[in-house]
């Protein structure tokens, strides 16, 4: 795996950085020439480093039938799933699901608008367990803005957005709530379990995960307290991270598995939301409001939502969505949030209420197109992981349920199959990607397929939302044509000297606010004595590169504040280095998808760490 990411890190040196020399980047690699950042031993490995040379690094290993890395709605639903097949005909299965947040939930962030029909098949009595469903829907609005201007568009029965039949969530109780119906099925659950590793049976498939360690301090070196993870292995080992996960993207650099081999790049954006009590007057419990356009312009593609919940005192949700292929890189989908709140006819619903919380994850965007290969020798990638997302829905959550049900019910055939041969020792089933692409989640989102490229146009939104009515509404997507995404998001990004500075109001403390105090509501912790979780594959390449040639875009992309450029100590004037202020980190995943030089790797931190989440 080593070697397949060196590969991979010197293509891009060599293929996209812009004016920047190979040589020197490779010569920089021993980081003589800037300062140290990175101490991570994915980096800087422990058997070239001889304060490990005394240390234990043996691991003590378990067994499961099934593990599952990702506690989310995916995840959950596929341990769910196969509990109750197991319990169906009476047989033993150890399932064990591995979630690095301290409590299930408390990683969690979506709007969100949870379409039941996944739940309904899993827990049909769902009501009488009183899963979080507190408020159906019952109203939805939509509408383009202009800088002053709010045009209205009639939502119609059939259209992407009608909500009729669905529930506003806090998607994090609700994911709390399926883990409990996950224990009593026994389910073994293990939150602040971060997994980092997966491990390989010598054929080369794959034989489980490896936990983190823990008790090492920020220079890299080992503590008093040093503790070794542990090795757990599995029939099968089922990704389910979320977007853009860190073992998951490992998978997709095995160039023996060539998991994207057959599909376009993803492509994504990054949702920030606020969570606000509002004057009770202003409070409509069960409205939607959907927005696109301002704040940004028409070839960024974006929007907003507002989601009035109902859950015993006057909450909304608010949270604005920004592709990460836009092109400017003095952009900041932070600020962009924050001024798109000032809007004539969003800025009164926030007057005289209170933001309550704070936090940002990315998102995947891309369609069928996207989606990477689901099974390989050991394993399948079910949910955000892989990218079930319904573009002009905007929901997954229902999608992503689904592809963890179908992955139970394969799994569970095959390795209760004591007829069923393998090649390798890690089988594959390939039933999985069979069942689901004969599901109704394949249905719906070929349906869908052409709708997020189709703004990649010289009418940017407006060619969007024109074929979308032409195509979806009137078609369903029977066009036969399949858009493709031409290349990753980070590749959009335009040098500075080609793009004018974006100018935003300066935060009223009222409705609109800086990022530090928002961070600060999210209740993000980490370990301050440990490396950072924001490594580089070269440390030289933030200033070399980064700043020099897109003006340190990072500094803006970033939702939480983790990335700065800070003048040197005793440099010279306009001499500036990177900090990472990893503890600031909301676990989003943006860095690791925007970085131009995609010279950033999100690796887990001790487990536990990061946000807090109280149901976002």
Avoid at 261 to 274: F, N
Avoid at 297 to 319: Q, R
Avoid at 363 to 369: V, Y
């Amino acid at each position: 795996m080593k070697s397949s990411i060196g590969k991979t890190l010197c293509a891009c040196l060599n293929g996209n950085f812009r004016n920047f020399n190979l040589s020197s980047a490779t010569s920089r690699r021993t980081f003589a020439s800037a300062p140290k950042i990175t101490t991570h031993h994915t980096i800087h490995p422990r058997a070239k480093d001889e304060r490990w040379n005394d240390i234990d690094m043996e691991r003590f290993s378990d067994e499961a039938d099934v593990i599952i890395v990702g506690g989310g709605p995916a995840g959950l639903s596929c341990a769910i799933r196969l509990k109750q097949l197991a319990l169906a005909e009476d047989k033993e299965l150890r399932v064990c699901v591995f979630e690095k947040a301290p409590d299930l939930g408390q990683h969690t962030l979506s709007g969100a608008c949870l379409e039941p029909r996944a739940l309904n098949e899993l827990i049909p009595d769902w009501k009488d367990k009183d899963a979080p469903l507190n408020t159906p829907v019952k109203e939805d609005s939509f509408a383009i803005l202009t800088e002053k201007m709010r045009i209205p568009i009639p939502i119609l029965k059939g259209f992407p957005m009608h909500n009729e039949g669905n529930y506003i969530v806090r998607l994090g109780n609700f994911v709390k709530w399926l883990g409990e119906q996950a224990e009593e099925l026994e389910v073994e659950v293990y939150p602040g379990f971060a997994c980092t590793e997966v491990l390989y049976h010598e054929d080369g498939s794959v034989k489980g995960i490896g936990t983190n360690d823990v008790g090492i301090h920020k220079d890299g070196s080992p503590k008093d307290t040093f503790e070794r993870g542990m090795e757990f292995h599995a029939k099968q080992t089922i990704f389910s991270e979320g977007c853009h996960g860190a073992l998951t993207k490992g998978l997709y650099s095995n160039d023996k598995f060539g998991l994207r081999d057959d599909c376009t790049p993803q492509t994504y954006a990054l949702g920030i939301k606020e969570t606000w009590t509002v004057e009770e007057s202003k409070w409509r419990p069960g409205r939607i409001d959907h927005t696109v356009g301002w704040p940004l312009d028409k070839n960024t593609y974006g929007g907003s939502f507002i989601y009035h919940l109902d859950e015993g005192e006057p909450m909304v949700a608010a949270g604005f969505v920004t592709a990460l292929d836009y092109s400017n890189p003095y952009l900041s989908p932070f600020r962009e949030f924050q001024r798109f709140k000032q809007h004539p006819s969003v800025r009164p619903l926030f007057v005289g209420g209170e933001r309550i919380g704070y936090g940002a994850r990315a998102l995947n965007e891309g369609g069928i197109q996207n989606i990477p290969k689901l099974a390989f020798p050991g394993g399948c990638i079910i949910g955000c992981s892989a990218g079930f997302m319904n573009v002009p829905k905007i929901k997954g959550t229902h999608t992503a349920m689904k592809s963890g049900m179908v992955c139970a019910e394969t799994v569970y055939a095959a390795i209760t199959d004591e007829e069923r041969s393998s090649d390798t020792e890690g089988m594959t089933v390939h039933e999985y990607e069979t069942e689901l692409k004969s599901s109704w989640v394949w249905k719906e989102l070929h349906s869908v397929r052409n709708v997020r490229p189709s703004f990649h146009t010289k009418l940017g939104l407006y060619g969007g939302l024109a074929y979308t009515g032409l195509f979806y509404i009137l078609m369903r997507g029977k066009e036969p044509w399949t858009f493709k995404t031409a290349e990753p998001d980070y590749k959009s990004l335009k040098p500075a000297a080609e793009c004018t500075p974006i100018e935003y109001p300066k935060p009223d403390n009222e409705v609109s606010f800086d990022l530090l105090s928002s961070v600060a509501l999210s209740g993000t912790n980490h370990d301050h004595d440990q490396p950072a979780h924001l490594t580089l594959y070269n440390d030289a390449v933030p200033v070399d590169r980064n700043y020099k040639v897109f003006n340190g875009p990072e500094q803006r992309f970033c939702p939480a504040g983790v990335y700065e450029y800070v003048p040197v100590e005793g440099g010279a004037e306009g001499d500036v280095r990177l900090q990472i202020n990893a503890q600031n980190c909301v676990h989003c995943k943006t860095c690791d998808i925007k970085c131009p030089s995609q010279n950033i790797n999100w690796v887990c931190p001790e487990g536990g760490g990061g946000p807090a989440y109280n149901g976002m």
